[in-house]
């Protein structure tokens, strides 16, 4: 019997599968069609009256009709649909049409409560459930900005503020921020929701919707439309930004009183949301935009080269925010001077007869920031690659030639433990300047990477005089 019902729900989904509008747009989405299959085969396993608990096993329309009949007066039956907003009700209709007319037929374009169509009318979608939840958008200014620059600007750190500034209670933080990290590998199933298989001990195998960050935090602002919410994404040009959004990019048009100018209708995210039957009054037909107190902010590190470069039509919907190189944000213990960068020599002195640091030197003398710390390495690095560029475009080298503004180094560039460590800032720092930076140099980093190390960190000697 299990053989048979099998065949047949694979019948039936095929059939929902096809059915489709004349632009070739879908009936019945993957979610839909899951949560009817499943009605018809688990949901009267609830019912401790009814012999037949897979209703599959009725391939035969007459057989069905009347099991049809009986089920509708049963009160297990009732109180299951109900508590499916119709699911199952909507599913048994769906499978008598297909029994009676055949795999080639066209289906009547009826949804449950969960997946109701736009055209519905109003006394249809009247809810008698005593749960009703009451939704009033409160006008308010969402934040939708990207912070972008070099590496170790600080970009998570503006967030960071952004966020302590919103909610200085570290478990409201938790509870109104979700934050994830864009990737190559990254889905619209894994940002908005997919169905996902899932395994139990009643079942061996099962799928069902699984929700993403984006949905989950969705929600929540709905329910709390008072409450404002950040969704956090980092390095949000690393993945493929217009596929993970989807159909939700239209979302991010904001009208003058902050929610989304173009709602969608999103139907597995109206059944998802409809779960809670405090919410499915307002999502029944799955139109889904986002409320005012819905934000996002996004990190975009400029010098990644494996990256997925943002449209204009992205752009435009984010409030583009740079973030420029500046020493003075890192904390005291960053700034102090450190074993690493220990010379003999006085380091005014040392840029003397540089010809390109001597003036830079000068400055930090002046301002008493010329010390052994990164703060200075970093900002005698950085004028280097300004000069270098001056020198390549005099000798005439094309601008995509030149050394990328964004491989400077930012003030976050390292973190506190690996100016404690040579190995670790050799390891990071040096090897990333000779590689990346000054790999095509005739006048630094000219020996080998190995020659560097031997002479600079086995046999001790002064790192600033790298810079010269």
Sequence with gaps: MQIVTTEVERAFRSWLKKQVYGDGMRFFSDNEITAYAYALRSSCEKAGNLQIKNLFYFNNPVQLGDEIDYLKTDKDFIDIDRAGNGTLSTALDLYLFYLENGAESTAPEIHARFYLSEEKSDIERKDTSPLEFYYHEVPMKPVQRVYYGAPGTGKSYNVRKLLEKEFPDEEMMRTHIKRVIFHPAYTYGDFVGAIKPLISLEKPLDYVYVAGPFSELLKAAFLNPEEKYYLVIEEINRGYAPSIFGD????????????????????????????????????????????????????????????????????????????PIDFDILPEEMKEEKKIFSGERDLKEVFEDSEVNAKIAGLLYEKGKLKRNWSTFAAIVNNMIDAENLEGKKRGIPHNALIAENKKLGPFFVKPEELKDADLFFNKVIFYLKQDVFADSSRYFTGSYEEIYDRYKIAGGDIFELLV
Excluded: H
Excluded at 250 to 255: E, P, S, V
Excluded at 307 to 321: G, H, P, T
């Design 248 to 323: 939700v990019f239209q979302l991010l048009d904001r009208g003058s009183e902050g929610k989304s100018e173009y709602p969608i209708v999103n139907r597995d995210l109206g059944a998802y949301f409809s779960r809670d039957p405090w919410m499915k009054n307002i999502f029944y037909d799955g139109m889904i935009w986002l409320p005012a107190n819905f934000n996002i902010v996004a990190t975009m590190n400029t010098a990644d080269e494996n990256i997925f470069v943002m449209d204009n039509a992205f752009k435009r919907r984010f409030e583009l925010v740079y973030v």
